[in-house]
Nanobody, 121 residues
Framework: QVRLEESGGGLVQAGGSLRLSCVASGSIVSINSMGWYRQAPGKQRDLVARISRFGSTNYAESVKGRFTISRDNAKNTVVLQMNSLRPEDTAVYYC???????????????WGKGTLVTVSS
């Protein structure tokens, strides 16, 4: 089936930058929306940023002006450039693909396994 492979997480000092990448593979015709969510210990999973296949974007208020999301429809990839990182950005970041069309499926939703981002003070 469809798999989402995330990369780019790691340890960075406050004020630094990281670039998260996610590649969707499998029987895929199109992906309506791709995005990143994050979950810190003891907290719920929240939206960080998402982007439609047409380029429309949506960001969490806490990351506006610091993070930038982009995608390559032909390669089924989404990238999250994270700048000016803060300790409160520390979380497991999950890639999401929504409205996936492929094989016998229409409008499916998939999640990656997550990649850890740790921002030290």
């Amino acid at each position: 089936q469809v798999r989402l492979e995330e990369s780019g997480g790691g340890l960075v000092q406050a004020g630094g930058s990281l670039r998260l990448s996610c590649v969707a593979s499998g029987s895929i015709v199109s992906i309506n929306s791709m995005g990143w969510y994050r979950q810190a210990p003891g907290k719920q999973r929240d939206l960080v940023a998402r982007i439609s296949r047409f380029g429309s974007t949506n960001y969490a208020e806490s990351v506006k002006g610091r993070f930038t999301i982009s995608r390559d429809n032909a390669k089924n990839t989404v990238v999250l450039q994270m700048n000016s990182l803060r300790p409160e950005d520390t979380a497991v970041y999950y890639c999401n693909a929504g409205g996936v069309v492929g094989g016998p499926y229409y409008g499916m939703d998939y999640w990656g396994k997550g990649t850890l981002v740790t921002v030290s003070s």
